[in-house]
């Protein structure tokens, strides 16, 4: 008898996730780092400053920079994305989304962006 593996993610006790079957490492780590809480990351406070101050070209060069430092990262370029449909570049909007992982695509801002 053979049984495919479910795994289960728990966050405060309570489920918030889970994939059944085997999955190769990358989608594993993918699938956990889409739960993980973001770490201190000071290019990141220098766009939150920039965005608060309403300096949206020094954002948008600090999210570029974070992007090429860490490119595997979902939670930059739906930040980019967001801030090109704010500035009204939707082409690059669009291009930027193309590169998101299938994590990255169930995300509600995702799909916020594409309305």
Known sequence: MRSLPTVKLFKEGAPVDEFMGVLPEEAVRE???HHLEPQ????M???EKA????DQPRAMEGLNK???D?????????KLA??????????????TLKFLTDVGKEESLYTSLLV
Do not use: H, K, W, Y
């Open 40 to 43: 201190d990351n000071p290019g």
């Open 51 to 54: 965005l608060e101050s309403g």
């Open 31 to 33: 699938f956990l780092e």
């Open 70 to 78: 860490q490119p595997e990262s979902d939670q930059i370029r739906l």
């Open 82 to 95: 967001t801030l090109q449909a704010d500035c009204g570049e939707l082409d690059q909007s669009t291009d």
């Open 45 to 47: 406070e220098v766009v």
């Open 66 to 68: 974070l992007l090429s």
